[in-house]
C-alpha cells in the first residue's frame, strides 16, 4: 500500500481519504456502472456497523464522510477535527474493505443510483458533455459514462459487486492520504491496525490509449431553452511534460472573466451566458476543448464565434502579456487551492495514482515560470478545430427532423 501525509500546522483538522483503483475503464462492457454501484453499495452498513452508524460516528465529531467514483478510481474520504484519525480510519476501513453487500440493500441503492442518472439527464449541459465524451472516445471506456446506464445498472447482480469488490478492494490496490493535523507514524500505525490481512493480486489492467474522433453531431433534447455546443479532442496523458503548457494554454483561453473566450463571446458579443475551457489527464490519454450555450437563434453565430478562437489560439498561440498574466494566474490558484487540507490531500493522492513525482510548492510555481510561448503554442494545436468533436445539443423545436438521443 502506498500511504502519504502532508501535516498542516495551521489548520486543526485532518482530511483523510482512500483511493481504489478500481473505475469506469476497469469495467467488463456488460457491467457498466459496477464501480459506481459498490461505491454506493459500501455505505450500507457492515458487521460492525449500521449504515447510520457509518455517518454518524463522523458527524457526531463534527466531521463528514464523502465518496465518489471516476473513470480510474473510486475514492473515500473523511474529513474530521484533529485527535480523531483513528476514528476516521477506522470506519473509512471498516466501509471499503468489509462491506455487508447484502443483496436486499442492493435493491434500494439501485434505485437511489437510477434517480441519479435521472437527475444528469435533466441538466442539458451535462447531457451535452456526456454524448460529447461518446462521440470523442467512440466507445473507448474514457468516454462512457461512469453511472452506467438505466439498462446496466438494473441489471448488475450482487454476485457482480462482490466480484469486483475482491478483484480491486485490497490493501496493494490502494493509496492511503492524509492532510492537515497529521503525524505520519500515527497514520501508519492506524492502518496497521484496522487494515485488513488480504492476499496480494494482479493489478487492474487499464485500457489502450484511445484514437479518438472528430466530426460533427447535432441531438436534440425535449424541451430547455439553449443550444448547448461542445467541441473537444485529444490531448496528452497526466505524466506527460506538456501538461503545464496545457493549463496555461487552457486557462488563457477559457479559464475565467478574464480569458480570451469570455471576453469576446460573452462581453463584447453578448451570445451566451455560460463560455469556457476545459481539460482532462488520465493515465493513457486527456482532452482539451471548449464550451458554450446559447440561444437556438445565436447557435450559428456562437458555434463561428467558438471556432474562430480555437482557430486562431492554434494558430498564433498566446501572446507574451497573455502568457506572463495567466502563469501569474495560476500560480496564485495553486497557493490559495492549497490552504484547504481536501486540495491538499486530492494533489497527493493524483501524485500516488499516477506515479507522479512530489513537487514542493515552489517547484510548481517554476515549472509554470518555465512554459514558455514555444510550449503554449505546441499545445494550442491540440485545440485547432480539424481536430476536434463538436456535439450539439438543441432543443427539440429548433431541430425537428433530428435524430433524438438514445438513452
Partial sequence: MT?????MD????????????????????AESGVSHLLEHMVFKG????????LAWELERLGGALDAYTTHESTAFQARVPAGELDVALDVLCDLAFRPLLDERDLEVERDVVLEEIAAAADVPEDVAFEEHARLLYGGHPYGEPILGTRASVRSLPATALAA??????RPDNVVVVAAGAVEHEALVAGLARWLP?????????DPPAPVGGTGFRRLRSPGGGQTHIVMGGLSIPYRH?????????STALGGGMSSRLFQHIREERGLAYSVYSFHAFFSRAGHVGAYVGTRPETADEAREALTGELARLAREGLTEAELDDTRSQLKGQFLISLESPVARMGRLAGIALYGHRYRTLD???????AVDRDQCLEAAAYFAPDRLATLELAPEPALAGSAPIGR
Fill in 3 to 7: 500511504v502519504l501525509s502532508e501535516r
Fill in 10 to 29: 495551521s489548520v486543526r483538522s485532518v482530511a483523510l481519504g482512500l483511493w481504489v483503483r478500481q473505475g469506469r475503464v476497469h469495467e467488463d462492457p
Fill in 46 to 53: 457492515t458487521r460492525r456497523r449500521s449504515a447510520r452508524d
Fill in 164 to 169: 469486483a469488490h475482491g478483484r480491486a478492494y
Fill in 197 to 205: 490481512d488480504r492476499a496480494p493480486g494482479s493489478a487492474p489492467e
Fill in 241 to 249: 511534460p506538456l501538461r503545464y503548457a496545457i493549463y496555461v494554454t
Fill in 363 to 369: 517547484e510548481v510555481a517554476s515549472r509554470l515560470d
